[in-house]
């Protein structure tokens, strides 16, 4: 309750001089959405939406943060390994896939992504599925998905130029150039974020690794990429090719807590690269049918390097190595949908994959890995009668082992490891009742499933663990009722509660061999909670919004196994003011509850920050922006030892021209 009295505090401080003005009702916010790269359920209200006004609103940079603003969604860095990720009601990445455009774009090898490599200047929205999402995504979405959309131009001449500077001796630059002339369009996107370091909080305590307040090898290059070149030969229909490139820089801050059992690793990633090729067409046929498709080409390259110690200069110690990732997948989706039986919009997917990771430490021979994974779904929406619809959906899943190669580091001899294949079947249903124009109740079922990565069924865990090639899909049960409800013209809430049950876990089990482990599917777990959003809009230029979350995790088959990286307890809320005519003032506040950081037990406290920005159009294409975060210099952490940004500064300049 305190945060909320100290928000309603700064609000009044801040309500004088006040005009008529509508909020985001500028040049700055009105952003072309590239249909294209949409997954559609046409009923559907389950989806969670971040604009791209919200992610500059925020001054959220890269996807993970800009996707932290939302409920039951956890943001959390991976401290060994500096990679920023988040939860969505529990489920981690693996679990939940990403995508852009509708393109597969996780790692091949564990199913992850390091989110804070994707700069957002080139994104036009995101969508969050949580628990239910469509099957036309195709296979392993056992805890949601989330898709990250692009923009395309509509104007002749689009040009929209950012540049900024931030703490840590940063900087920020994006340069968005488009155009549509008659039936083709061209968009250009270059981003790129440069820091040497982050500042922290004067409260955290200096220890013998790390003596003053510039966090050591927090350093970050992420240069960004892209083009895409499209044709609407009629209004239905549409066309296009797109590529993205990627090159990212990287350390990674060394461990400082006090866990013993932890090691100190003296990580940095000189290579974080990525491509993505990709086609999207639709093609309406008869005006009650259409075929979507898209083929993509995706390659992930990465490179680290372990050091001695923190001067990061030698590689002598039995720690030391230089690792090599060079990744690629291939494949495509075709979907087909029609309305042609009345009251239905009847939609059928058909999807491949191909993963190929290819792995080595320098000196040492290239080991190759493979998989494909082939699925058909089929998603109906039928509407009964004008307020009822049911959407059930149904899909059936292969993933196949092709190549799984083993090294002896002893005899320098490589061999195959067993091959396997595994199959799955999801199926869901989801109704919507709209009552009123005012209110709505969606309720979904959704039986789910996640195949094993290449990681789960083949890493020997620096020699801790053995493999397991059969290992068979995880499953979930999850139940999910949401409501949208507007009590009065500028009042609105969104209640939601939910459920999942997990089996056929992937767990690590101990000594199958003399001090040796191994993952097995021996788990089954819980998650179940709520989340609540209310938005208030007090005046014509002062918006109130919160989210309040709730999630428990339970581990039915071993509970003294802690599941880690989400809290019980979050809370989001925010003001946007607008005192006058062009100026926007923006106050936000975050806090979480403590959480566990390892499966043993130990915590990171809770947190409250705060943080603001100012924004002011000085002219028609011209924005400042301005802001703090961390307002109260907060010593804090996602994961146990691994301290956050103390507070922390930045200033942008945007231009913005459309004709």
Request: hydrophobic content about 35%.
């Amino acid at each position: 309750m305190k945060i909320f009295y100290l928000i309603i505090f700064v609000s009044i401080l801040f309500l004088c001089n006040l005009k008529a003005q509508n909020l985001h009702d500028t040049i700055f916010n009105k952003i072309k959405i590239y249909e294209l790269g949409e997954v559609v359920v046409s009923a559907s209200n389950n989806k969670e939406i971040v604009s791209q006004s919200e992610m500059q609103k925020f001054n959220n940079i890269d996807v993970a943060t800009s996707i932290n603003i939302l409920p039951s969604i956890t943001l959390c860095n991976v401290g060994a390994r500096n990679e920023s990720t988040v939860y969505i009601r529990g489920f981690n990445l693996r679990s939940v896939p990403v995508y852009m455009d509708g393109i597969p774009v996780y790692v091949p090898y564990d199913g992850y992504v390091d989110l804070a490599r994707f700069t957002n200047s080139d994104l036009s929205k995101i969508e969050i599925s949580k628990g239910y999402s469509s099957i036309l995504y195709g296979a392993n979405t056992i805890g949601g998905s989330i898709n990250l959309i692009s923009s395309k131009p509509t104007k002749k001449i689009e040009i929209n130029l950012k540049a900024g500077v931030l703490s840590g001796n940063g900087f920020i630059t994006s340069a968005n150039i488009g155009s549509k002339i008659g039936k083709f369009y061209f968009q250009g996107n270059f981003s790129k974020l440069d820091r040497q370091y982050y500042t922290l909080s004067k409260d955290f305590d200096t220890t013998k690794n790390e003596t003053d307040w510039e966090r050591d090898n927090s350093y970050r290059n992420d240069n960004k990429a892209s083009i895409k070149i499209g044709f609407t030969p009629y209004k239905t229909n549409e066309y296009s090719i797109n590529y993205i490139y990627q090159h990212g820089e990287k350390g990674n801050p060394i461990y400082l807590g006090e866990d013993k059992t932890i090691k100190v690793r003296y990580w940095q990633w000189p290579v974080w690269d990525k491509q993505s090729l990709y086609f999207i067409s639709k093609t309406t046929i008869a005006e009650k049918n259409y075929l979507k498709t898209r083929l993509f080409y995706d390659k992930f390259i990465n490179k680290l390097n372990s050091y001695d110690n923190n001067t990061y200069s030698t590689q002598t110690k039995p720690y030391s190595f230089t690792s090599y990732y060079n990744d690629f997948s291939y494949g495509g989706n075709i979907e087909a949908g029609t309305e042609i039986i009345s009251k239905n919009i009847l939609k059928v997917a058909a999807h491949f994959k191909s993963d190929t990771h290819r792995e080595n430490n320098e000196g040492e021979p290239v080991r190759h890995f493979s998989d494909n994974t082939y699925s058909l779904g089929i998603e109906n929406e039928y509407s009964m009668i004008n307020k009822l619809k049911l959407i059930p959906g149904i899909s059936y899943s292969v993933r196949n082992s092709l190549i799984a190669e083993d090294y002896n580091s002893q005899t320098k001899v490589i061999s195959d490891l067993r091959k396997n294949k595994n199959s799955a079947t999801n199926a869901q249903i989801a109704v919507y009742y709209k009552f009123t124009d005012d209110f709505d109740l969606s309720i979904t079922t959704a039986h789910k499933t996640r195949f094993a990565t290449m990681k789960d069924r083949y890493s020997y865990k620096m020699g801790t663990a053995i493999p397991n090639p059969d290992l068979k899909a995880e499953t979930a049960m999850n139940y999910e009722i949401v409501s949208h409800i507007k009590l009065i013209d500028k009042f609105s809430i969104e209640p939601a509660i939910f459920y999942s049950q997990l089996n056929n876990t992937i767990q690590m089990v101990n000594n199958v061999q003399p001090s040796i482990s191994q993952q097995q599917n021996i788990g089954k777990a819980e998650f179940y909670g709520a989340d609540f959003s209310i938005s208030y809009k007090v005046l014509i230029n002062l918006m109130l919004n919160a989210n309040y979350t709730f999630i428990q995790r339970n581990n039915i088959a071993n509970p003294d196994i802690k599941f880690t990286d989400v809290p019980n307890h979050k809370i989001f809320a925010y003001i946007d003011y607008l005192p006058f005519k062009n100026f926007e003032f923006i106050f936000s506040t975050e806090y979480n509850s403590y959480r566990f950081s390892t499966s043993y037990g130990t915590i990171s406290p809770e947190f409250v920050v705060f943080n603001s920005q100012i924004s002011y159009i000085i002219a028609k294409y011209l924005k400042v922006e301005t802001g703090i975060n961390n307002i109260l210099d907060k010593n804090y952490s996602l994961i146990e030892g691994y301290s956050e940004e103390g507070r922390n500064f930045y200033f942008s300049l945007i231009f913005n021209f459309k004709k």
